[in-house]
């Protein structure tokens, strides 16, 4: 369960103060689908890393996955992300001296642990993906749209309940991207987990059971 109310993220613009996010109050149950539209700064990124807890808030409650993340400190935060939540970000963020499976891997390190089991489960997905022949294949090495898919591969890795993912599927031709967002909204009905995807693309949001555009969730909309 996802519950904003009243949520505001402003950053210092010289003298002023930049609303990057406002969000008066939005409800995602366990197990929904959404879509996460809105034009170009928006605010959909700053939004998902405050559902992620990697931002917090200027004001308002954010409580996702049974914690109120507005209440607690930054460590407590990145806990709570390790073990519920799943992150595709807008810009990879994968580890450039470290192959693709190693990627995945580090995915596990600050969840459920990195052993026998999360290894096999690494390279099932990157296999799954169609990443199985280059799994030992660095970043540097591979095609954006490879790399995007070995992220995804880390934010499903640890099996989360909550998966956040920011136009994961941008970098992918259409076939790839459509077979990419089978294999997750399959795992995520298989589980009941929770998806909130931001997608600039209709045909990807049309795919899910809601879509929410950020521009109606601003108090003043
Ligand atoms: N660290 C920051 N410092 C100052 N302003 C920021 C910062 N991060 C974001 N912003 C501003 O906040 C607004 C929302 O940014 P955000 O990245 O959330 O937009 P977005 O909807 O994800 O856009 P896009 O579709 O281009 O990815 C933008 O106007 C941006 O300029
Ligand atoms: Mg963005």
């Known amino acids: 369960m996802i519950r904003l109310r009243d949520v505001q993220k402003c950053y210092p613009l010289g003298e002023r103060q930049v609303i990057a996010c406002e969000v008066a109050q939005l409800e995602i149950a366990d197990g929904e689908q959404v879509a996460l539209i809105g034009r170009s700064g928006t605010g959909k990124t700053t939004l998902l ?7 917090r808030p200027d004001r308002g ?3 996702v996955a049974g914690a109120r993340l507005d209440r607690l400190g930054e460590s407590a935060r990145d806990r709570h992300r390790g073990r519920h939540i799943g992150m595709v970000y807008q810009t990879f963020n994968l580890l450039q001296p470290f192959t693709a499976l190693e990627n995945v891997l580090l995915g596990a390190l600050f969840g459920r642990g990195a052993g026998h089991a999360a290894r096999e489960r690494a390279e099932t997905l990157l ?27 880390r934010a499903l890795v ?24 089978d294999l997750l909204l399959q795992m995520a009905a298989q589980d009941g987990k929770t998806v909130v995807m931001v997608t600039h693309d209709p045909a990807s949001a049309a795919r899910m059971q809601r879509t929410v555009d950020l521009a109606t969730l601003r108090s003043s909309a």
Do not use: F, K, Y
């Open 49 to 55: 890393h405050i559902l992620a807890g990697i931002l």
């Open 127 to 153: 296999q799954q993906v169609g990443l199985g022949e280059r799994l030992h294949h660095r970043p540097n090495e591979l095609s954006v749209g490879q790399v995007q898919r070995v992220a995804i591969c």
């Open 61 to 63: 409650e954010v409580e």
């Open 158 to 181: 640890n099996d989360p309940e909550l998966i956040l993912m920011d136009e994961p599927l941008g970098n992918q031709d259409r076939a790839t991207g459509e077979q990419v967002l």
